[in-house]
């Protein structure tokens, strides 16, 4: 079975950090580029990063520039998403997704996701 598990959400105060982690399970993420999405309440998906298969390449939106970091341990079979500076309105279901080689910002173009792992940025 083709599956996605992330882990590491929680609650964490303004300026913290989190590192989420989506392993991959049933199948290898070599072949797949994977993308980090986002969605708070009321509101549509976001991107938030993404990793290509091929040239490692990654991509984030201008407004997290700095602050996020994406990375893969293919060995592990896990892409991880370190947030630092964390603000009020990172707080969102943060959510992994894998299709073939590229990166897309669209999240009707992935294949698989996994389950959602929950963030509150809150004092």
């Known amino acids: 079975q083709l599956q996605f598990v992330e882990s590491g959400g929680g609650l964490v105060q303004p300026g913290g950090s989190l590192r989420l982690s989506c392993a991959a399970s049933?199948?290898?993420?070599?072949?797949?580029?994977i993308g980090w999405f986002r969605q708070a309440p009321g509101k549509d998906y976001e991107v938030v990063s993404c990793?290509?298969?091929?040239?490692?390449?990654?991509y984030y939106p201008d407004s997290l520039k700095g602050r996020f970091t994406i990375s893969r341990d293919n060995a592990k079979n896990t892409v991880y998403l370190h947030m630092n500076s964390l603000k009020p309105e990172d707080t969102a279901v943060y959510y992994c997704?894998?299709?073939?080689?590229?990166?897309?910002?669209?999240?009707?173009?992935?294949?698989?996701w996994g389950q959602g792992t929950q963030v509150t940025v809150s004092s």
């Open positions: 049933g199948f290898t993420l070599d072949y797949y580029a």
């Open positions: 990793i290509n298969s091929n040239d490692r390449s990654i």
């Open positions: 997704g894998a299709r073939v080689e590229y990166c897309s910002g669209y999240s009707y173009e992935y294949d698989f």
